[in-house]
């Protein structure tokens, strides 16, 4: 039963921004978007989270509209390296609660 | 910061062997850490959350007996495969929760077991 849906692959090419959408529709108020990445044969990477504000740091930027249905993560400038499979997560920022995981989106960079 | 270490990071044992997989935060406490297993061409799948100093809660269809789980410190939990068989061969993930750190998780680099 997952709580967000995801494209299941994009490509981008090399210095592009990339820009992954998820949808969270049945999202609750107190529900985060959490995003991670996971590079083939390697534990996921945290990127950014966010509750209603956008939010940037040195990696990425999150959009999420008015509404938090949808999601949108930006990664202004891709390279090779940023080739993964992206997860967008909802999940309350509770310690303690578990992150579960989707299908996830696979960026393919491409030069 | 917010390292997450697992040992060993490949295994390949006999079937009916046990493997143990160490799980530790170095650089900040965890009193939660949670187990994955992840098969190729799939997605993570929750086995278990590890608490320290009590009982890990396991997920709808994971056998507690199989795979034992010790939180018994602060900084490291344990992953036990009894018995495995080669149907237990899989990327096996960990990750540890900083409260300091927004309750953010941190994932360690996983471990590959390959059971014969």
């Known amino acids: 039963d997952a709580k967000t849906t995801q494209p299941t692959s994009m490509d981008c090419a090399e210095g592009r921004a990339a820009n992954l959408p998820c949808n969270h529709s049945t999202i609750s108020g107190n529900e985060y978007v959490y995003w991670y990445r996971q590079i083939h044969s390697q534990g996921p990477q945290y990127i950014i989270h966010?509750?209603?504000n956008n939010e940037t740091n040195e990696m990425a930027s999150l959009i999420i509209t008015e509404d938090r249905k949808s999601s949108t993560l930006i990664l202004p400038h891709a390279t090779l390296r940023d080739t993964a499979v992206y997860y967008c997560?909802?999940?309350?920022?509770?310690?303690?609660?578990?992150?579960?995981f989707g299908a996830g989106t696979i960026l393919r960079v491409k030069s | 910061g917010a390292v997450v270490s697992q040992h060993p990071s490949w295994v390949i044992c006999k079937s009916g062997t046990s493997v143990k997989i160490e799980c530790r935060s170095l650089d900040f406490q965890a009193t939660t850490m949670f187990w994955y297993r992840q098969f190729p061409k799939q997605s993570l799948m929750l086995m278990a959350t590890s608490n320290e100093g009590s009982k890990a809660t396991y997920e709808q269809g994971v056998e507690k007996d199989k795979f034992l789980i010790n939180h018994a410190s602060l900084t490291l939990s344990t992953l036990t495969v009894t018995s495995a068989h080669p149907e237990d061969s899989s990327f096996y993930i960990c990750?540890?929760?900083?409260?300091?750190?927004?309750?953010?998780?941190?994932f360690g680099p996983g471990t590959r077991l390959t059971v014969l």
């Open positions: 997560i909802v999940r309350v920022a509770e310690y303690g609660n578990k992150l579960v």
């Open positions: 990750s540890a929760q900083s409260s300091g750190r927004g309750n953010e998780q941190f």
């Open positions: 966010g509750l209603k």
